[in-house]
């Protein structure tokens, strides 16, 4: 796959977070998804945000500004309510939805945003406007057709991402 091959919506909505979180990404499984010609659920944006400057509150509004219809999925203000974080070091996660495409922008630390850290092999992969880049895992496991492992978020959100890949990619062999 290369960047002439990501929709120009992604690009768009990527670079218009970008003007308030430079660092943000497009990551994960909407891109391998892409890449493998599969049906593709959202499109996960990640912001590498510690919150030094503020709150997720803060965070929600700059991302309002560009977004009005943003809602709210989960933040960390609500986990020690019971609601459970998709991630470690997610401080909140928020949905978009425009022109056909499902955006989740997950608002997390440097770990969360850091795609070596990410739980599945075949899911280390990102776009950060300018170039893709695939961890060594990823390209491994997308030759070796595996879903492999390698960080482990939670046992139950584990078995059921691994359930969705498997239907998704019923060719790969689970591995952990």
Same mark, same amino acid.
């Given at each position: ?55 997720i ?11 009005? *219809? ?6 960390? *203000? ?9 991630? &470690? ?13 499902? $955006? ?15 739980d ?17 895992? $990823? ?20 078995v059921? &991402?691994?359930? &969705? ?12």
């Amino acid at each position: 796959m290369e960047v002439k091959d990501i929709p120009d919506a992604w690009k768009y909505m990527l670079h218009k977070i970008q003007e308030v979180f430079p660092q943000a990404i497009i990551a994960g499984g909407c891109l391998r998804d892409l890449q493998n010609g599969k049906p593709i659920k959202d499109v996960d944006i990640f912001i590498n945000d510690d919150l030094s400057n503020g709150s997720i509150s803060d965070t929600k509004t700059e991302l309002q500004i560009l977004m009005p *219809e943003l809602i709210t999925v989960c933040t960390n *203000e609500y986990s020690n309510q019971g609601v459970s974080l998709m991630m &470690r070091n997610v401080q909140g996660v928020f949905r978009y939805d425009v022109d056909g495409n499902h $955006y989740e922008i997950i608002v997390g630390s440097t770990e969360a945003c850091d795609i070596n850290h990410f739980d599945f092999g075949i899911c280390q992969i990102k776009y950060d406007n300018k170039e893709l880049v695939f961890t060594d895992a $990823y390209e491994q496991d997308t030759k070796n057709k595996v879903i492999r492992v390698l960080n482990d978020h939670g046992h139950e959100r584990t078995v059921k &991402r691994i359930a &969705r890949m498997q239907a998704k990619y019923p060719d790969f062999t689970v591995v952990q």
